[in-house]
């Protein structure tokens, strides 16, 4: 990789965007708040456009097509076809270089999405199909596993390289597509014996020429198990680099890209339930004697769950308060952390959309008062269907379980990632509502599927406690927003399950002094006098840690644009 040579390092870490701007530039900027600011204060930023690091060589004077030789040209079309990439942001002596554009998703990601949502979906009915035993469930999560890591790595590999959308990249992204199809298409085979496993198994090709099938289960969970182990080693390894080899190049992750990236998958998985729920409510709308009236609700409370959940995600969970800290840049395990929940949250979904399929199906069979009568209706229409499971079978206990764990997993993940984000001072609530939620969805999860209740019961008490919970969290979490229960100038304030700031592992009380305004640093030069001042007197004081925590936040330490 060709790359300038760093800027001579600074008195503190800042955080490069671009080569040296003209006065103008800086004078437009110091009004303007910088787009990585989003999801948390960087300070001493400095704006370099870090393209030109990377700049092709300036184009040779016009001449004639009929000039340029056919060897010019094919290197030309070549250099179009394989072009050269380059790191979009890294670390090198304590300073993050970047781009100064805001990256967002590219098409190519949406229908990456668009691949992947499918092939999970699919997953889900086929589990929906064919659950019989929670062994069912345990392939479901394997397969899913497997999916989403080869998801993952694409998006990791296009935050880092960006996308140049030459042939090299849409041939290797046709080749993932492949891949990903295949698992989900043959999901029913994966675990058999034969040939038709090594079409499936390609991302683990150890496990399509095992013979057993409970080796092939293990040859499954140990990649997936490898994949965890791996965010406290990731973790362990950059902590290590930042503290023994400071001006060591380390690569890092564009904040802004990366959640951007997991809302828009997160939007279309629910997207992907709505659709599984009218879908399943289209079958009904034809058939003679359909309720429409009981139809219309069944689907309508079904929604009102999904749009709970995305609430939750994006306004209550993600959404950082002034004073926080998205949980990428607060610290390097969280940010991987909160990646890899997104897993399970996602399984969660699709387990919750599975459910809410058997359920609507369970509801709007007809309701006669003798229950043997209403198995004898499921037993006729499996027989004129030739039994290969185009109705669903019955709300059974099975069902109720795979409802109400998806109903609450999905909920309990969704907090999970929210406390991964450093709250701040303002975030007064955000600790008595995450407990709440947790501790009412784990006693609705794990009660209500011993109780008898009818199908439309169970769903209808589901979407009255999610409603509540939502309303309620989403209120609150606007109070904690305007600062309603408390200033940031409180001496006692808390963060909302944030580590402090005097712990020397980054985070902010409120009793601890201000930090500085955003500081433009030109070129790599000395601290400003003041910036350095503040913190001589705080050295002064004996407030060793928190020059550390300031020096890990702005560098990227334990936080920044996380490295991977």
């Given amino acids: 990789m060709h790359r300038s040579p760093p800027p001579p ?3 503190a870490p800042s955080t490069s965007t671009g080569s040296k701007p003209n006065d103008s530039a800086q004078s437009a900027h110091h009004h303007q708040a910088h787009h990585i600011e989003e999801f948390g204060q960087v300070h001493n930023v400095q704006h370099r456009d870090a393209d030109s690091q990377h700049s092709d060589a300036a184009p040779p004077p016009l001449r004639s097509r009929d000039a340029l030789t056919r060897r010019n040209l094919g290197r030309k079309v070549l250099a179009a076809l394989f072009e050269r990439r380059h790191l979009q942001q890294y670390y090198a002596s304590e300073v993050l270089y970047r781009t100064a554009q805001r990256r967002t998703v590219a098409p190519d990601e949406l229908f990456l999405d668009l691949v992947l949502v499918g092939g999970i979906a699919a997953l889900g009915h086929e589990l929906r199909e064919n659950f019989h035993s929670w062994k069912d469930v345990e392939k479901f999560f394997l397969l899913f596993a497997a999916i989403y890591s080869s998801w993952r790595t694409v998006i990791l590999l296009w935050n880092l390289w960006g996308i140049k959308k030459d042939l090299f990249e849409k041939l290797v992204i046709y080749a993932v597509f492949t891949c990903l199809i295949g698992i989900a298409l043959g999901a029913h085979g994966a675990f058999q014996d034969g040939i038709r496993p090594i079409a499936i198994s390609l991302p683990y090709l150890a496990a399509a020429f095992v013979r057993s099938e409970r080796a092939t289960r293990i040859l499954y969970w140990i990649p997936l198990g490898l994949q965890f182990v791996a965010i406290f080693f990731t973790g362990s390894v950059y902590r290590f680099l930042h503290r023994n080899r400071p ?34 409510a289209g079958k009904f709308l034809t058939k003679e004697g359909a309720q429409l009236d009981r139809l219309y609700g069944v689907a309508a409370a079904s929604t009102a769950m999904l749009y709970c959940l995305q609430t939750l995600y994006v306004n209550v969970d993600g959404c950082i308060v002034k004073g926080g800290q998205h949980a990428i840049r607060y610290k390097v395990v969280f940010g991987i952390v909160w990646s890899q929940l997104h897993t399970l949250y996602h399984m969660a979904l699709i387990l919750f959309a599975t459910g809410l399929g058997i359920s609507i199906h369970d509801v709007m069979l007809p309701s006669e008062k003798s229950e043997s009568a209403r198995w004898a209706v499921v037993v006729v229409m499996r027989a004129a269907t030739g039994g290969k499971g185009a109705v669903a079978p019955g709300f059974g206990d099975k069902e109720r379980w795979l409802f109400s764990v998806g109903w609450g997993m999905s909920m309990i993940m969704s907090a999970a990632m929210g406390v991964l984000h450093y709250g701040g001072p303002r975030a007064a609530s955000r600790r008595y509502r995450v407990a709440t939620r947790v501790v009412v969805a784990t006693g609705v999860m794990v009660g209500l599927p011993f109780t008898r209740l009818r199908a439309d019961v169970y769903l209808g008490v589901h979407t009255a406690v999610v409603v509540l919970l939502t309303v309620a969290e989403f209120i609150l979490a606007h109070m904690d927003r305007m600062g309603f229960f408390r200033s940031e100038g409180s001496s006692k304030a808390s963060s909302g399950w944030g580590v402090s700031f005097d712990d020397g592992e980054g985070g ?31 050295l002064c004081r004996g407030h060793c840690s928190r020059l550390v925590a300031v020096r890990r936040a702005v560098s990227g330490g334990d936080g920044g644009d996380a490295a991977v």
């Avoid at 828009?264 to 399943?280: A, C, H």
């Avoid at 930090?515 to 030069?525: D, F, K």
């Fill in 9 to 11: 390092p600074s008195t």
């Fill in 247 to 280: 001006g060591s190049t380390r690569l890092a992750v564009a904040i802004e890209l990366m959640v951007e990236k997991y809302e828009v998958l997160t939007m279309i998985v629910l997207g992907e339930s709505v659709l599984g729920i009218l879908f399943e």
């Fill in 508 to 538: 902010e009380s409120a009793d601890a002094p201000s930090r500085p305004e955003e500081v433009q640093l030109q070129g790599g030069g000395d601290m400003p006098e003041e910036l350095s001042l503040a913190l001589r007197r705080r």
